[in-house]
């Protein structure tokens, strides 16, 4: 692995801060440097000590680091790629947490210099919550993080970067962006539409019965809006497409329902409990889940 | 409040099973009596001891009881209630958990005596979990119980039946059956088809990447199906209503993200994000929730 003297992170949000704060604990030699555009979340970053250092310039932030994550919403990486690229340094890594990757890559090629490496990443990994104050040490750990290549990515940026995460707690898995795309569309983006279509429908007094299945359900539709406006249009035909399936799973639910075909009402619902709770038993053999 | 010196809880699962404990831990002087047509079940339940009686035929169960509570899928209440019916003492107030209430009120309307007070009672509390195992005596704990009353109910057996569920730590509502049955296609049946379709239409693979997100909103399709299934033919009308009302909402995100109107999907995923936070509120309000 590359020795790495300082990691600078774009944007101090939940995910930014989580990723300053993690490098605190497991490379407490690595210099982590922190920039936001607001002032007023550059002055909670220091109150809070999220990073060794809270730089006042984008432009200062990249000059000496070895890694560059950008951690804001998706649309802002165009210009922010625009902006650091005269600054940084000859064999700077580049990477992103956004949860599209196909447009990342797009603007990288297009406005980062040749003597900086870009690779996509996208730690699956947060909560609903936003905002620095919620950064965590540990929000990292045992949470799948892919990490995205084209033919043109650079070998030993990639595999830098893989150890990096896999030092942070991560599990590590490396495809194409056009195929993170496709499949964050049906496990990320889709659940987030249709919780927020789920909750959208409903009427506020009835709400207020609503049990804690109604509350889990939900839960992610409590997301930032403006995050979740830039990742669904970053990944707009997938996404339109993961909705045409599941209305289309939706009907045929619809339809055995009003026949009262109960056999294959029960088939459907026990295809969902088997296949959700596969899921949940992986995840708890590789530890990601805790009983 | 009627004097009350016995209860007894037809079908010994997690909301069976938690209404003896409940009532062991808030009644102690009242003699819990649980019946399971399963002889396995009933073996489970004397070992764990969820009831001061495990009757062996469910005509034993209720010969002396002051309420009895139906907690069975809900398309055997109707065989239930002709069973019990001829068994029933003068003055019992007779009531199920079921998630739907307007089939319990007709069949209890249908094969219940003059003799017995039925009505509907909906305890909105459960998890995913299904058994005698997992039932505790703190599950009804600040939940909402819906009663259901029709202008044939007892103005007393109600009263009785309301102040049992508040001493069990319930807030109680009380509607007619048929508007019951409206609110919880929205806020808990339609959820449930929601969450199998999402599970529906992943692929196995891919769902090892799904994140926090995707395990919380699909949490409720590890729901028994054989229960799902009874409960979403007891409301088959409604919840096909139900799912027109997402797949129209599902369109509208739909639209504006193919159109890429940032604009309007930002403020549909704002309402949701708003309308989602008022209801945690609230229900941090009243402690429903805690933090």
Redesign the interface.
């Known amino acids: 692995m590359k020795e790495l003297r300082q990691i600078t992170v774009i944007g101090l949000g939940l995910l930014g801060g989580s990723i300053t704060r993690s490098v605190c604990q497991s490379f407490p030699s690595v210099k982590t440097v922190g920039y936001s555009h607001r002032p007023s979340t550059r002055r909670k970053a220091r109150q809070l000590a999220v990073a060794n250092r809270i730089a006042e310039t984008i432009t200062e932030s990249v000059a000496e680091a070895d890694i560059v994550f950008v951690a804001t919403p998706i649309y802002t990486f165009e210009k922010t790629f625009k902006q650091i690229a005269p600054h940084l340094p000859a064999g700077c890594i580049v990477t992103d947490v956004g949860s599209t990757k196909v447009l990342p890559h797009y603007w990288a090629e297009k406005y980062l210099p040749n003597t900086a490496y870009y690779v996509g990443s996208h730690p699956?990994?947060?909560?609903e919550q936003r905002g620095v104050e919620f950064a965590r040490d540990d929000l990292f750990d045992r949470?799948?993080c892919?990490l995205t290549k084209t033919k043109r990515t650079n070998a030993a940026a990639l595999r830098t970067l893989k150890e990096f995460w896999i030092r942070l707690g991560c599990m590590v898995?490396i495809m194409q962006p056009d195929i993170h795309d496709e499949?964050l569309a049906?496990?990320?983006h889709?659940?987030?539409?249709?919780?927020?279509?789920?909750?959208?429908?409903?009427?506020?007094d009835?709400?207020?019965?609503?049990?804690?299945?109604?509350?889990?359900?939900?839960?992610?539709?409590?997301?930032?809006?403006?995050i979740?406006?830039d990742t669904?249009?970053a990944n707009?035909k997938k996404?339109?497409g993961?909705?045409?399936?599941?209305?289309?799973?939706?009907?045929?639910?619809?339809r055995v329902?009003?026949k009262?075909d109960?056999g294959e009402?029960?088939r459907?619902?026990?295809?969902?409990?088997a296949?959700?709770?596969?899921?949940?038993n992986?995840?708890m053999k590789k530890r990601e889940?805790i009983q």
């Open positions: 699956i990994a947060g909560s949470a799948y892919i898995k499949i049906n496990i990320s889709l659940p987030h539409v249709t919780a927020a279509a789920l909750v959208n429908l409903q009427n506020n009835e709400l207020k019965l609503a049990g804690k299945g109604f509350v889990d359900t939900s839960r992610i539709a409590s997301g930032p809006a403006n979740w406006t669904l249009l707009r996404v339109a993961g909705i045409d399936k599941i209305i289309a799973e939706l009907k045929k639910l619809q329902i009003e009262g109960r009402l029960e459907l619902l026990e295809a969902a409990r296949k959700r709770n596969a899921m949940i992986y995840k889940l």
